[in-house]
């Protein structure tokens, strides 16, 4: 009963977001091939692999690895590096490398290393953010990375149509992720950080790593097969509003 069947990679499985991505996959039957920095956790019909995606020699051994098993039906770009925080004026060089590096430069690198594994039909999913969409004060690294993720997904769709692969992606809003929950925790004020965070959405809440997991699962399925070089936001109405965190929605 499954949409499609073969191989999933997941990149940045180990935890939060990528980790829910691997698990549902593994979940609904399908192949996974979890990469990570880190070893991902075991789950039933789930292959781990630790190598760092911003290396051709970690790339090398994701595609070693996709060729001995067969195809590869969806890809997931979802690793990222977020702790280059700074504002325009002083980020620091090192950390814009490393950011635009992990989050634009490796997901153009691997998928491309991979289309040639990928059947007419196939799909590559990005994980961006609606800080791709809009931009946050003093985290000018990752917002260019992300802005440059959600173009750079509507490039791949147009050049890697004729393949016969779709290309789209997810832009979450504050997810539950133990990365955010770590921030929260670790705030002055932990309940008002909360409810900032949470109050940043017109539903009031975060999102789950689960809720983002099912609309990359969607766009990588059949389902989603007309479309390509689309961005959807899982962001409970964030970016529905001009208004900033803590007004009326
Ligand atoms: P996280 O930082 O908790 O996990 C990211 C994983 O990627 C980690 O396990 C890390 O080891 C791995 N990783 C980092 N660099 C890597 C590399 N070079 N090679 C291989 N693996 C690498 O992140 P998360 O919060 O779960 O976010 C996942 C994705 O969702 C990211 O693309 C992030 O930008 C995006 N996102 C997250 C949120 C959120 O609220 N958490 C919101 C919007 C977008």
């Given at each position: ?38 070893l ?10 630790k190598a ?21 039906t ?22 814009w490398?490393?950011?635009?590096n ?6 153009l ?9 990928m ?30 993720l ?54 009031r ?19 989603a097969?007309?479309l ?13 509003s001009?208004m ?6």
């Amino acid at each position: 009963d499954t949409p499609f069947a073969g191989q999933v990679i997941v990149t940045g499985a180990a935890r939060g977001i990528g980790r829910a991505i691997a698990e549902l996959y593994a979940e609904r039957g399908h192949q996974v091939l979890s990469v990570d920095l880190n070893l991902p956790p075991t789950l039933k019909g789930q292959r781990r692999l630790k190598a760092d995606i911003s290396t051709a020699a970690g790339r090398n051994r994701i595609v070693r690895a996709a060729h001995e098993l067969g195809q590869v039906t969806v890809l997931v770009n979802n690793a990222a590096y977020q702790n280059a925080h700074g504002s325009v004026l002083n980020v620091s060089e090192r950390g814009w490398a490393r950011t635009l590096n992990v989050n634009l430069t490796a997901p153009l690198l691997l998928t491309r290393a991979l289309v040639p594994l990928m059947p007419h039909g196939s799909a590559v999913v990005n994980v961006a953010s609606v800080q791709g969409l809009l931009a946050e004060q003093n985290n000018a690294a990752y917002n260019a990375s992300k802005g440059g993720l959600v173009n750079l997904t509507r490039a791949m769709a147009l050049d890697l149509a004729p393949h016969g692969l779709r290309v789209n992606a997810v832009a979450p809003g504050a997810i539950s992720t133990e990365a955010v929950l770590e921030a929260i925790a670790s705030s002055e004020n932990p309940d008002q950080t909360r409810q900032d965070y949470e109050d940043l959405h017109a539903l009031r809440r975060l999102g789950t790593p689960r809720e983002v997991a099912q609309t990359v699962y969607f766009l990588g399925s059949a389902e989603a097969s007309f479309l390509t070089g689309t961005i959807i936001p899982v962001d409970g109405g964030m970016t529905a509003s001009f208004m900033m965190a803590g007004r009326p929605v």
